[in-house]
């Protein structure tokens, strides 16, 4: 079993549409989670960051955490075409190791 | 702003010739990371390196070397190309301390062909 698990499908949503993506994992260890925007033929990037358990909210995206199902999410609300982009989710244990674990990544198409 | 630079944004190579990937960073960090993408596989990482002239393999490290002799700079090196190495190379570096721990920046990626 992998560590971190990501539906890779792609998803196609209409402008204003809520998206919701998933991860799950298996290693109890993880205690930092990020979810990574990457657009085409670019880097990945910081997109929202969280520490142990609960919901973090920035302008339209939240990203929750629930570590007794060993499983996170990401929401973005009204979606926009600019939204149109991979997202990775990505976890670490800490504890000096420095590693992160990801997820394969989700292809998200906002259509205008 | 944390800026992670590569060399390369794309490159042609042809099978069995010495590959060089250059990866630089403006923010002091400790840490160094080389992945490689491909469409279905995500994210694998090849070498990490924590500090100045060490090294760690990742996952998929066979076919791969680096170089880190300072501090800013964390080289790949492909010893003698082959064409599945084609691939998107990202490079990326963290910081142990202060801030967000174990959040990784990347560069823009490097597209790689060999043919």
């Known amino acids: 079993q992998k560590e971190v698990e990501q539906d890779p499908g792609p998803l196609s949503v209409p402008e204003g549409a809520i998206v919701s993506l998933n991860c799950t994992y298996s290693n109890s260890a993880f205690q930092y989670f990020m979810w990574y925007r990457q657009y085409s033929r670019k880097g990945p990037e910081l997109l929202m960051y969280t520490y142990s358990s609960g919901n973090k909210e920035d302008g339209r995206f939240t990203a929750q955490v629930d570590k007794s199902s060993k499983y996170i999410s990401l929401f973005i609300r009204d979606s926009q075409p600019s939204d149109s982009a991979t997202y990775l989710c990505a976890m670490s244990a800490g504890q000096g190791n420095n590693r992160l674990a990801f997820g394969k990544g989700n292809q998200v198409v906002v259509i205008p | 702003d944390v800026k992670v630079t590569q060399s390369s944004r794309y490159l042609v190579k042809r099978t069995g010739e010495k590959v060089f990937l250059e990866c630089v960073q403006d923010?002091?960090?400790?840490?160094m990371f080389w992945y490689r993408q491909d469409p279905g596989l995500g994210l694998r990482l090849i070498y990490f390196s924590y500090d100045v002239k060490m090294k760690e393999k990742g996952d998929i490290p066979e076919g791969y070397s680096v170089s880190r002799e300072k501090k800013e700079r964390f080289s790949l090196i492909l010893e003698s190309a082959s064409t599945n190495q084609t691939s998107m190379y990202l490079c990326a570096s963290s910081s142990s301390g202060a801030g967000r721990p174990y959040e990784q920046y990347f560069g823009p990626g490097t597209r790689l062909t060999v043919t």
């Open positions: 923010m002091d960090h400790e840490n």
